[in-house]
């Protein structure tokens, strides 16, 4: 199966600052990448779909790119709502995601 | 508004079968644009995917947990199923539905429902 590896794993950031987070593949997935965002004791929630398409309703702030093997993404200016845990997850072959990466408050 | 829900046991015995169900509100299982997914989340952990069935039966099974793993649908009741054998204490976790679009992404989650495997 394709193991997915996001880095950082945890990162600390300031409202307002833009983050990156980055996601690749063990092989290329084209564009099967899709990202989602987590808060606490709630189900994941689709942030970006085929690595570059901002799901509906989806602030413009975040953004995804990237195919083949490595990807990122981005959130431009970041809002105190958006401390949360990002998995990125690959739909090439059966599902898997990354590790996670926890985005706390400096 | 398409809604999942998972229902099921939540404790079941070291060795035994978790079984669980999703019923699907809203939306037609049946549908030719979606896949639909069971995952699951260990405490603390992140997220990983027992696999996904089509309507039509198809399956694809995490490859760790092939032996183990049974998904099935009844497109009558709107419901597909998911059944783990031999369970252990490292199947304890909170298990979620999905629909998962052909077209891209998991865009309907369940609320999740915790299992606990424990004697």
């Known amino acids: 199966d394709i193991q997915m590896t996001q880095s950082p794993s945890s990162l600390s950031a300031s409202v307002g600052d833009r983050v990156i987070i980055t996601c690749r593949a063990s092989q290329s997935i084209n564009n099967y990448l899709n990202w989602y965002q987590q808060k606490p004791g709630k189900a994941p929630k689709l942030l970006i779909y085929?690595?570059?398409n901002l799901q509906s309703g989806v602030p413009s702030r975040f953004s995804g790119s990237g195919s083949g093997t490595d990807f990122t993404l981005t959130i431009s200016s970041l809002q105190p709502e958006d401390f949360a845990t990002y998995y990125c997850q690959q739909s090439y072959t059966t599902i898997t995601f990354g590790q996670g990466t926890r985005l706390e408050i400096k | 508004q398409v809604q999942l829900q998972e229902s099921g046991p939540g404790l079941v015995k070291p060795s035994e079968t978790l079984s669980l169900t999703c019923t699907v509100f809203?939306?037609?299982?049946?549908?030719?644009?979606?896949?639909w997914d069971w995952i699951r989340q260990a405490p603390g952990k992140g997220l990983e995917c027992l696999g996904s069935i089509f309507y039509s039966g198809t399956t694809y099974y995490n490859p760790s947990l092939r032996s183990r793993v049974t998904i099935f649908v009844d497109t009558s009741k709107n419901q597909f199923s998911l059944k783990l054998s031999s369970v252990t204490a490292a199947d304890t976790a909170v298990y979620y539905c999905?629909?998962?679009?052909?077209?891209?992404?998991?865009?309907?989650w369940g609320q999740g429902t915790l299992v606990t495997v424990s004697s």
């Open positions: 085929g690595a570059s």
């Open positions: 999905a629909r998962h679009r052909t077209a891209g992404g998991i865009d309907y």
């Open positions: 809203g939306g037609s299982i049946s549908s030719s644009g979606y896949y």
